[in-house]
């Protein structure tokens, strides 16, 4: 049992590129999250999605954009990598509980931007 | 005014020591609370949920205090394999959006 699959797990790119960092979760939970960890911030919440096919801002969504074709996936972009976008990038995706939900991660990406 | 506030530490206690955390929320609706682990360049992992009357689990206990806006982690007897940071997360009120503290440093020592 997979659970939640990040890649790449490191990445080194340079300021105006694209990049896409991918997040594969194998429950088929409906919904999935992208969240940023810096020094200071804790984890803040980018995107997250209820479904396929709908997606919702949080609390720093600029600069990035994603999609949800299928259930499984939740592909994240930079669409132009910018030095403060350098940061270890958590997937989450929420399972229901007896008595609650929570969330669950993948074990990161940590992505460089020169 | 940050959701979720947390004192960072460090807390470095001795092996076989308490140790107690806590962690502040400031909006008064907020439903569901947690206790996340992380251990150095891993994900956050569940600890444990905190109900309202207060919960255990082994060496660690979760408590909640609506009144002051605060939930709390004790552990005791620690363990070297203790240290970690110790993340709290808010539900505020409905929706799906978890809120995170900055988390909580302890080192346990030998």
């Known amino acids: 049992d997979a659970g939640i699959t990040q890649s790449p797990r490191y990445k080194i790119t340079e300021t105006g590129r694209q990049v896409t960092l991918m997040c594969h979760q194998t429950?088929?939970?409906?919904?999935m999250f992208w969240y940023r960890q810096d020094l200071g911030h804790g984890l803040r919440l980018i995107y997250y999605?209820?479904?396929?096919?709908?997606?919702d801002k949080g609390e720093v969504p600029d600069g990035y954009v994603v999609s949800r074709s299928k259930t499984e996936n939740f592909p994240l972009t930079l669409e132009s990598a910018t030095r403060s976008q350098t940061s270890v990038y958590f997937c989450a995706c929420e399972r229901t509980g007896e008595s609650t939900d929570t969330q669950y991660f993948g074990p990161g990406t940590r992505l460089t931007v020169l | 005014r940050k959701e979720v506030e947390q004192d960072p530490g460090p807390f470095n206690v001795p092996e076989g020591a308490t140790v107690a955390f806590n962690c502040t929320y400031s909006?008064?609706?907020?439903?569901?609370f947690f206790w996340y682990r992380q251990d150095c360049r891993k994900e956050p992992k569940l600890l444990m949920s905190?109900?309202?009357s207060g919960n255990e689990d082994g060496r660690f206990t979760a408590q909640l205090n609506r009144a002051s806006q605060y939930i709390s982690l004790l552990i005791r007897d620690s363990k070297l394999s203790d240290s970690a940071t110790y993340l709290c997360v808010v539900i505020p009120g409905t929706g799906n959006q978890f809120y995170f503290g900055t988390g909580t440093s302890l080192t346990v020592i030998p």
């Open positions: 999605s209820a479904a396929a096919d709908i997606t």
């Open positions: 429950w088929s939970h409906s919904y």
């Open positions: 905190v109900y309202s």
């Open positions: 909006n008064s609706a907020s439903q569901s």
